[in-house]
């Protein structure tokens, strides 16, 4: 899950200069365009990240379209190595990386829990959507006060950091009013499940991974191999943001849409505000970090959950197949089709599926076992759908 090199420019003037002038973008244009296309309603889309929140503080009245919603400031703790680590905040995620070794074999954490009792010794193996970049887990720690890291094997470099995605101070974020949809498909944006913006930019105000597009050729379905039953997804996706945009350093989450078990869709990487999400005004895709090495050109849809023995929810199910139907349809590409992709950046290819699995990239579980066999039922519905 390594991010490829990417030559794009630096953003020009303040990081604030990409929010749009007014509330219809081309983001709601170009979305209501394929709606018409498809006989399907489309809301109009405001922007993703508010004035105040792109410029680094929160937001504070609504602006013409929104609505003003209070999140959870995340709080953070990093740690490295083995020490016991604790935390003044109840602990919801811990997120694990290392060096040395592609494996998770011989690793494990353990939880304190609030009254200080040590929990059972547990493996780190199946914890992420990909090992294969040395580590790079998300483990639920249900309100831990503290744990306790053992390395995989041969593993250096170990490193961890504790999450809290729901007990913070109180953030206002202006959240669009009207639902957002891509192609008649409704999704959350980014303001709507309290993605903070601040995250994207480094201490002195500049992007960290400036948005680079690229001409759309193929689609990547992943899980997050976090808990299933997750009883507040948007929390999760928040935690999955941090450990991507400031433990990986990608400056961004890595996927370009996520759905939980409500069938609920998440927007992803930022894109900015005059394209189709995931997009420019032009349609070719912004590059995302969720395939390490093939990512530009490639879209991530990522299934909230653990599809390892168990298949996605009838509803999770429902969401991916409309979205990647939308999707499919929006760049006029085969569902079914057998590609070969080619890495823009460097000419890297790979013979996959118009619509793959992670593991068809790289040595990973993802998108879990379940879910991977389903992949040739996804592409069939996708192809055959009204």
């Known amino acids: 899950m390594t991010v490829p090199p990417t030559t794009p420019s630096a953003p020009s003037g303040s990081p604030a200069s990409h929010r749009a002038p007014s509330r219809v973008t081309r983001r709601g244009l170009i979305g209501a365009a394929g709606a018409v296309a498809a006989g399907a309603a489309l809301t109009p889309v405001v922007m993703a990240n508010t004035p105040s929140e792109a410029a680094g503080s929160d937001a504070t009245a609504s602006e013409p379209g929104t609505t003003t919603e209070t999140f959870p400031k995340t709080r953070a703790k990093a740690a490295k190595g083995e020490a016991p680590v604790e935390a003044a905040f109840p602990i919801g995620y811990v997120g694990v990386r290392w060096s040395g070794t592609s494996k998770a074999a011989g690793g494990g954490i353990r939880l304190t829990d609030a009254d200080g009792a040590k929990g059972a010794w547990k493996s780190l193996s199946g914890n992420g959507c990909s090992d294969s970049n040395g580590g790079a887990l998300l483990i639920p720690a249900d309100q831990a006060s503290g744990y306790e890291l053992k390395a995989p094997d041969g593993a250096t470099g170990l490193r961890s950091l504790a999450i809290d995605t729901t007990q913070g101070p109180a953030r206002k974020v202006a959240v669009p009013e009207d639902t957002t949809r891509v192609r008649g498909v409704a999704y959350l944006s980014r303001a709507a499940w309290g993605a903070d913006e601040k995250l994207r930019f480094k201490p002195d105000g500049t992007e960290n991974t400036p948005t680079a597009y690229y001409p759309f050729q193929t689609l990547t379905v992943h899980h997050t191999a976090t808990a299933n039953n997750d009883p507040d997804p948007a929390a999760t996706v928040r935690a999955i943001y941090q450990l991507h945009a400031i433990t990986n350093d990608w400056g961004d989450i890595g996927y370009h849409f996520l759905i939980d078990e409500e069938g609920n869709i998440y927007e992803g990487r930022y894109s900015g505000d005059d394209g189709i999400p ?26 909230l959950g653990n599809l390892m023995e168990q298949g996605p929810t009838d509803a999770a199910r429902k969401a991916l197949t409309g979205l990647v139907r939308a999707l499919t349809r929006f760049h006029g ?54």
């Open 333 to 386: 590409v085969d569902p079914q089709a057998k590609v070969t992709y080619t890495n823009p950046i460097n000419g890297t290819t790979r013979d996959v599926d118009e619509i793959s699995g992670h593991r068809d990239w790289m040595a990973t579980e993802c998108p879990g076992e379940v879910m991977y066999t389903e992949l040739a039922t996804l592409r069939k519905a996708v192809a055959g759908g009204s």
């Open 278 to 303: 995931a997009h420019d005004p032009d349609g070719k895709l912004v590059t995302a970090f969720h395939v390490g090495g093939f990512n530009s050109g490639n879209l991530g849809i990522a299934l």
